[in-house]
Nanobody, 114 residues
């Protein structure tokens, strides 16, 4: 059974940091590109960051460049999203996604507020 389980969300003040984790099971994680998306009510899901399978080439949305870092540990079957200098506009539900297989996690809420 395929599972993507996110964790690490929460409430943080502007300028703070959070690290999201997504642990995969049920498929060959190390062979697949992985992405993080986010969504706010009434808006389409937005691609935040992507990391390639083996070499770990990364790409980011312009809105998070220089503040967010995506990484992966293919031994732990986990992809991470380190989020620094968080802003209120980063508030969203964050989802882990495997584009090739169409798998999604259940999402984790990130709220940036003072």
């Amino acid at each position: 059974q395929v599972q993507l389980v996110e964790s690490g969300g929460g409430l943080v003040q502007p300028g703070g940091s959070l690290r999201l984790s997504c642990t995969a099971s049920g498929f060959s994680f190390s062979n697949h590109v992985m992405s993080w998306y986010r969504q706010t009510p009434g808006k389409e899901r937005e691609l935040v960051a992507t990391i390639s399978s083996v070499v770990g080439i990364t790409s980011y949305a312009d809105s998070v460049k220089g503040r967010f870092t995506i990484s992966r540990d293919n031994v732990k079957n986990t992809v991470y999203l380190q989020m620094n200098n968080l802003k209120p506009e980063d508030t969203a539900v964050y989802y882990c996604h495997c584009p090739r297989r169409g798998y999604w996690g259940q999402g984790t809420q990130v709220t940036v507020s003072s």
